[in-house]
């Protein structure tokens, strides 16, 4: 065991969980990979790199709160990355045990993730804003083994561990180490001696990698588990869509929280061996020009909502600083308004390229490349080798027809596509048009006859260009992530005060949609501000500021349909200030 590291934990009360770890959930596709085979993505993107000769090159330029920055080389990435795996394996955490990581954007957290994937462990990154029962979720249905995370968050975990008996360990990576609870282990790898060589577990391209949470219309959120096989895809796009080349200083300004800061926050320019840059302070316009200016940030992906926040705040700020180190930005996450990219080529003296995809297809599907004439407004065109359509909204047939819109759909078979979604194969199912009954998941994601369905409509013009019309269920984007109404309902209804609830999303201008929450009040409560502030309060601390409502409205009661479930569909039409037409169509689909 490495200095360093605290084992107190080793023997606790909790010890006796550990052979009960919830193996079963990916023993199947841990099985496949073929001996000898070696594609693993925590290597690829640090000894590899190392390898060809570039240990000494920058692969993380860091800025947090204040003035804290560090700077770590391509050879730190290999050590501090071969610390945190061995520090898992000392622990005894086997290969396909998840592995939490619940930090804010500090460095052991890009470090940590390299490290669970080159022990072979599957790296589930939870953003840290979350709070306790968003947490809770997604560590019970993942069945986690280990938590990773700081001192800052810590309270978080202690709050629901009594309730997750596969979680056996907790480990603080920063903060003070006296403040720990028995059982907590304490591991700062830049303290601890320096591990320069690690045997990697010998990952295969069906070997799971990393689970991200999604959410959906209905139910909680679904865990959508990745294989390493997704690095080629990642590797690609970066390549051919965001540009990337070996002297570029690549900004990403997404949290590994969410797909985009792991796919290309952290893979797609690592295994490139290109340098990045992470920014782990709020947001400011201000605040993110000086980075840029500072690090000479050449290649800049973000998204919409952070665009037209630095929109709003106007052209002379951006006069202040030298952004001349600028030469390619790209977006993603939610629609990209035709203004933002004009307003963007005016200002910058480059357009934003809309880029479209999920966390279901892991990298990059339908994009604007650089060199191709941009039509404000549009994603651009499939990325090549991607088969791409729009599909009748009720035949799932191709549309043919220019400019008719239908459901966007995908060939399965491109190597970054979601494997399963953790434990529940009818769900993963229901995302293919077209399939056997009793299909298996590989079946399914090999079947190039068959359809993914997005989840989304669009429109494709003459030209083929894609053009993004909403999402075809009642999920809420707002800045870009998605927050589920089952998830806000369930949480919202255990507030003492309410008795039923619906949560849709109303415009906005920056964030594009924030959440709105219907609710009606159980005997002896009044309506109140008093009372929204404390309804509003009670899930930004339950689930997280994301999916906080920024308004309550009271009802007597709330418009349902003939069986009883709340019509969403309808709440959210008014909110939008579309037609609700016949009530009767609204109903149960
Ligand atoms: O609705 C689409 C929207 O974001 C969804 C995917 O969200 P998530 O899985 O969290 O992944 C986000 C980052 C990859 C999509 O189903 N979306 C993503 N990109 C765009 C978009 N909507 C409009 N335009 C885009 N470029």
């Known amino acids: 065991m490495t200095e360093g ?111 669970v994937l080159k022990m072979g462990g599957v790296v589930q990154p939870l953003f840290s804003a979350f709070g306790d029962e968003s947490l809770e979720v997604r560590l019970a249905s993942a069945g986690t083994t280990a938590i990773l995370t700081t001192r800052k968050h810590v309270k978080k975990v202690r709050k629901i561990l009594d309730r997750l008996p596969d979680l056996t360990h907790v480990i603080v990576v920063e903060g003070d180490p006296s403040k720990l609870k028995d059982g907590e282990v304490f591991f700062d790898v830049e303290s601890a001696p320096r591990v320069e060589e690690f045997d990697v577990y010998r990952s295969g391209p069906e070997t799971p990698s990393v689970l991200h949470y999604t959410s959906g219309t209905t139910g909680q959120p679904k865990g959508a588990q990745h294989a390493h096989d997704s690095i080629w895809g990642q590797a690609l796009t970066t390549s051919w869509v965001l540009d990337l080349k070996e002297d570029d200083i690549y900004w990403c300004t997404a949290d590994p929280g969410w ?227 089952f998830e806000i309902e369930s949480a919202l209804v255990e507030h003492e005060a309410v008795a039923e609830a619906a949560a849709v999303g109303k415009p906005d201008a920056v964030n594009m949609e924030v959440v709105k929450a219907f609710v009606t009040l159980k005997p002896g409560f009044e309506p109140s501000g008093d009372l929204e502030l404390s309804i509003m309060n009670f899930i930004r601390k339950k689930l997280s500021p994301l999916a906080m409502p920024q308004e309550i409205e009271y009802k007597d009661k709330l418009p349902r349909t003939r069986s009883g479930k709340i019509l969403r569909r309808y709440l959210r039409a008014i909110e939008w200030g579309e037609d609700v037409g016949d009530l009767s169509t609204l109903e149960d689909d």
């Open 259 to 485: 797909v985009t800061g792991t796919s290309y926050g952290i893979i797609g320019p690592w295994s490139l061996g290109v340098t990045q840059c992470v920014l782990d302070s709020g947001f400011t316009s201000a605040r993110w020009y000086q980075f840029i200016a500072d690090n000479h940030v050449t290649v800049w992906y973000s998204a919409p909502t952070a665009i037209r926040s630095l929109m709003r705040d106007g052209d002379e700020l951006v006069a202040k600083y030298d952004l001349s180190s600028l030469r390619h930005l790209a977006s993603v996450g939610e629609p990209l308004n035709a203004e933002a990219v004009v307003w963007s080529e005016k200002t910058y003296g480059l357009a934003f390229h809309d880029t479209f995809w999920q966390t279901e297809t892991g990298s990059i599907m339908i994009a604007n490349y650089p060199g191709m004439p941009i039509k404000p407004g549009s994603m651009g065109k499939p990325f090549p080798g991607i088969a791409a359509a729009v599909l009748d909204l009720k035949t799932y047939e191709p549309l043919t027809e220019p400019d008719s819109v239908g459901l966007i759909a995908f060939r399965p078979g491109w190597p970054s596509m979601f494997r399963a979604y953790l434990n529940e194969p009818a769900k993963y199912a229901s995302r293919f048009v077209g399939a056997a009954d009793g299909a298996t998941p590989d079946e399914l994601r090999t079947d190039t006859s068959l359809w993914y369905v997005s989840g989304d409509r669009s429109s494709v013009d003459a030209d083929g260009y894609f053009w993004f019309v909403g999402r075809d269920d009642d999920v809420i984007n707002t800045g870009g992530h998605l927050v589920g109404p």
């Open 5 to 115: 590291l605290r084992a107190e934990r080793q023997g606790g009360p909790r010890a006796e969980h550990q052979g009960g770890r919830a193996a079963g959930h990916l023993a199947d596709t841990t099985g496949q990979r073929e001996e000898g085979e070696l594609l693993n993505i925590g290597a690829i993107c640090s000894d590899r790199v190392c390898a060809r000769g570039h240990a000494d090159r920058v692969a993380l330029i860091w800025e947090g709160f204040g003035d804290r920055k560090a700077t770590y080389t391509f050879g730190d990435l290999k050590v501090f990355s071969n610390g945190f795996a061995q520090m898992l394996v000392d622990q005894g955490i086997a290969p396909g045990d998840r592995v939490c990581l619940f930090m804010d954007k500090i460095p052991s957290l890009y470090f940590a993730f390299l490290g």
